[in-house]
């Protein structure tokens, strides 16, 4: 069961942190990815990162401006988000990766199954 929060309606160039609290599975187990879906389009991934966080990877489209990270301890995946733009503005899920984060950048790494989403929304 993973449940996202965080998301909102911010200004070009600002910032928001998305969590993702994960249970009924062992999280610290599991490569993690954010994935996106903006209004009209396909599922995009944004990011992944592996068990221990030590291991990430980012799309074109979000690298330099996003950092995964993960507290095992917390059961817990974040998504700081900073220089927002109005073509970040999607649906944000948490979702377990069903490849190792090293497929993540080339295939679609991440399980179907999903949370309910995050509503990001970047507008001035």
């Known amino acids: 069961h993973l449940v996202e929060s965080g998301g909102g309606m911010v200004q070009p160039g600002g910032s928001l942190r998305l969590s993702c609290e994960a249970s009924?599975?062992?999280?610290?187990?599991?490569?993690m990815s954010w994935v996106r879906q903006a209004p009209g389009k396909g599922p995009e991934w944004v990011s992944g990162?592996?068990?221990?966080?030590?291991?990430?990877y980012y799309a074109d489209s979000v690298k330099g401006r996003f950092t995964i990270s993960r507290d095992n301890a917390k059961n817990t995946l974040y998504l700081h988000m900073n220089s927002l733009k109005p073509e970040d503005t999607a649906l944000y899920y948490c979702?377990?990766?069903?490849?190792?984060?090293?497929?993540?950048?080339?295939?679609?790494?991440?399980?179907?199954?999903w949370g309910q989403g995050t509503q990001v929304t970047v507008s001035s």
């Open positions: 979702a377990g990766n069903a490849l190792p984060v090293d497929f993540c950048p080339v295939a679609k790494c991440y399980e179907a199954q």
């Open positions: 990162i592996n068990t221990d966080g030590g291991v990430t």
């Open positions: 009924g599975f062992t999280f610290s187990s599991v490569d």
